[in-house]
């Protein structure tokens, strides 16, 4: 059983079109995450959504829109596609709580930019 | 703000060779440190996490890593690795109270390569 499941895990488009990366935590967490992976295997938050609420929003071009549902899913859409959104973007979540710390990463999608 | 440093993007050793991955933080306030690791085309799994009493803390995989505040250091270790150790290895800092804007700042990782 898969805790925390991105889809699709390829994406190859061209510059301009738009697309959507769906995430779906069976956990019970309360708060998910959407993270990008450059090239250079840089990690950096991009969004935190807690109780379907977006709690972050790190600087990331508008063209970015994250959509929670319900609080097992989060769903990342982007718009006009560039080339600088090639990047393995990764969703995962969290309980939330004084103590709880750890989050469970989901295996990534890696978007193509042409 | 907080931000890690990993002092090596690439560390090469054999196989049942001991490891050292190396990890500073930044912080004006006090942090809670984590190592995380990605094998190859996988999602991040937490080896271990430091978030207050003993300095020296034990992970999954035989790994451990000792905090040391003065040195603003999260050392990763091992004694002996295998070649199932290969993968790449992240530093992770975060603010001490788990609030509603509670975020993991990551280090730009080190790729750890166990050669037979």
């Known amino acids: 059983d898969t805790a925390v499941s991105q889809t699709p895990k390829y994406l190859v488009t061209q510059m301009g079109n738009d697309k959507s990366i769906k995430c779906e935590q069976n956990?019970?967490?309360?708060?998910m995450y959407w993270y990008k992976q450059d090239s250079k295997k840089f990690l950096k938050i991009m969004f935190s959504?807690?109780?379907?609420?977006?709690?972050i929003n790190e600087t990331v071009p508008n063209r970015f829109s994250p959509k929670s549902p319900d609080k097992a899913h989060l769903n990342l859409h982007i718009n006009s596609l560039e080339l600088g959104d090639s990047a393995v973007y990764f969703c995962a979540s969290s309980p939330f709580g004084e103590f709880s710390y750890e989050q469970y990463f989901g295996p990534g999608t890696r978007l193509t930019v042409t | 703000a907080q931000s890690v440093t990993q002092l090596d993007s690439q560390v090469p050793v054999f196989e049942e060779a001991p490891v050292e991955l190396r990890c500073n933080y930044s912080?004006?306030?006090?942090?809670?440190l984590f190592w995380y690791v990605q094998y190859p085309n996988q999602g991040l799994q937490l080896l271990l996490k430091?978030?207050?009493?003993?300095?020296l803390v034990k992970g999954i995989n035989g790994f451990e890593a000792e905090f040391n505040k003065s040195q603003t250091s999260f050392h990763l270790r091992k004694p002996s690795v295998h070649i199932s150790d290969t993968a790449e290895y992240f530093c992770a800092v975060s603010p001490p109270r788990r609030g509603s804007n509670y975020k993991l700042t990551f280090g730009k990782g080190t790729l750890l390569t166990v050669n037979p």
């Open positions: 430091y978030l207050s009493g003993s300095t």
């Open positions: 912080s004006s306030v006090s942090v809670y």
């Open positions: 956990l019970g967490h309360d708060t």
């Open positions: 959504y807690n109780n379907k609420e977006l709690i």
